[in-house]
């Protein structure tokens, strides 16, 4: 295997990892959000998808 | 020029972003356009289905080409000839013209290959689950933002978004190029182009995890576009009187909850992909090899079990929308969808968390072949959904015919307890000396 690869035993995450992390939950949270208030809005009669009116 | 991999992965992201933008910028107006332009419901189908037909080689051509010549370089000529296209296309008056020109535009869409490549040259392997998904979750949310904004920012005037769509498409070129980088070494970028002439391709293309990882990535990405085509006129058609009952009227009406539905898959689909990244990063970390058959000693078999158990995930969920449409509840049938589309984010991050450990030194001809080839399904499994005579059914057919199979095949090409990438057919022929 490529020498650029080290294994997980050996290496620590970097600093940026934390924020990488950060970011995806950011976006979980809005595939969440988004998902919920476009459903709600569906099964009351209200609308849709944000955009699909 | 001094640069580290973060911004490396940002510029890569806001690149694939905009690419992905321009590929689906067509359907988010084709209202306006099939208005313009008189077009029939068949005109109209071979606009939407047009979107995809350059992904499968385009793909391929580009995950090669990324290789020999760098990322950047590749992602830079993409966006400037999709860039300059979509501008001409502003411009274009003739429908015949207007739809090459947006066929061209698609080609955008191959750029994902790239900054797969670009990233995982970049990345150390305890990170790059989290980092592919970051990559290609982010990048993917392009589709939606521009079905979101696009019609809102510019109603009916497809010319005017079409040319900001490739002006600015043509700005984010000369950043890549200016600030693009291709490998964080030279020994890298230049391995990388040394492995990537026609007979280090074809042995990429015969291996049998590669083959195992395309089919998993046609369980999960090409059936996320797939759905994407599908999902609207399912639930129009399979629930209608249950939306009628929500108090939706008209076509339009039935349309607008039948196409939230479908845009709650895709949406999911891509912002749980950076999640399923980092969970195979978590796999691989804490170690866990749940499953039985696939390798427990490699390197990176954690990982190999997360999209083992991915792929399950997604045949369940399969299964679980045919019961649930033919129970008749749309509250169970949209409850299966949503898990499906988590589920698709986990085949999806699962299986390019693998890619650049499998093949470090052809990253973008693996990822190209994995990555291409798998679109075609996008087109396969709608013609399978819609040949069933209960069109709840065709789900459960997808899963039963095809994807126990590729299940297993993937269970059958990650057994190896050494190096699963060099097992696969015409082995003599193609055997190539490690450096």
């Not at chain 1, 620590?12 to 969440?32: C, H, T």
């Not at chain 2, 313009?36 to 995950?63: D, E, F, K, Q, T």
């Not at chain 2, 080409?65 to 966006?79: E, H, M, N």
Request: some cysteine; aromatic content about 14%.
């Amino acid at each position: 295997m490529s020498t650029q690869f080290r294994t997980a035993e050996e290496a620590s995450y970097e600093p940026w990892y934390k924020y990488g992390v950060a970011f995806l939950a950011v976006e979980m949270l809005i595939a969440v959000a988004v998902s919920a208030y476009s459903l709600f809005m569906t099964f009351q009669g209200l609308g849709g998808f944000p955009g699909k009116h | 020029m001094h640069t580290n991999k973060v911004e490396q992965l940002i510029i890569a992201t806001v690149g694939f972003f905009w690419c992905f933008l321009m590929w689906f910028s067509t359907a988010a107006f084709s209202p306006s356009i099939a208005a313009h332009y008189h077009l029939s419901i068949a005109a109209l189908g071979l606009l939407a289905s047009s979107a995809i037909w350059m992904a499968p080689v385009g793909r391929i051509v580009a995950g090669w080409a990324s290789d020999r010549y760098g990322a950047p370089r590749t992602f830079a000529v993409i966006l400037t000839v999709c860039g300059l296209v979509s501008i001409a296309s502003a411009f274009t008056q003739d429908y015949t013209l207007l739809f090459a020109e947006r066929v061209i535009v698609a080609i955008a869409g191959v750029s994902f290959v790239v900054g797969i490549q670009h990233v995982a040259q970049w990345f150390d392997a305890n990170e790059i689950g989290t980092t592919e998904g970051l990559y290609a979750g982010t990048g993917n949310v392009g589709a939606g933002m521009g079905a979101l904004l696009l019609p809102r920012i510019f109603g009916t005037d497809y010319h005017a978004a079409f040319l900001w769509l490739g002006i600015i498409a043509l700005a984010i070129a000369a950043w890549y190029l200016a600030r693009g980088q291709a490998a964080r070494t030279v020994k890298q970028r230049d391995t990388a182009r040394d492995r990537s002439d026609l007979r280090s391709a074809v042995f990429v293309w015969s291996r049998y995890i590669a083959v195992a990882l395309m089919l998993a990535y046609a369980m999960s990405f090409g059936l996320e576009i797939a759905l994407n085509a599908w999902l609207p006129g399912y639930f129009s058609r399979g629930f209608h009187n249950a939306i009628l009952a929500l108090g939706f009227t008209g076509v339009a009406g039935v349309q607008i909850a039948a196409g939230t539905f479908a845009a709650v898959q895709s949406f999911c689909a891509s912002l749980f992909r950076p999640f399923a990244g980092f969970m195979s990063d978590i796999f691989q970390r804490k170690g866990w090899t749940p499953l039985p058959f696939i390798a427990k000693s490699l390197p990176y078999a954690p990982r190999l079990h997360w999209l083992g158990i991915a792929l399950i995930l997604i045949s369940l969920a399969m299964v679980g929308l045919t019961l649930a449409g033919l129970s008749g509840s749309l509250h169970l049938s949209v409850v299966m969808l949503v898990a499906l589309g988590i589920f698709i984010s986990f085949g999806t991050g699962g299986t390019f968390a693998l890619v650049p450990l499998l093949f470090p030194d052809r990253p973008g001809t693996a990822a190209g072949f994995i990555g291409g080839v798998s679109t075609a399904a996008a087109i396969v499994f709608p013609l399978i959904f819609a040949a069933s005579t209960n069109m709840h059914v065709g789900y459960l057919t997808v899963a039963v015919y095809m994807f126990v199979p590729f299940v297993l095949f993937y269970f059958w090409a990650a057994r190896y307890e050494r190096h699963p990438e060099d097992h696969g057919i015409f082995n003599r022929a193609l055997a190539v000396e490690e450096a």
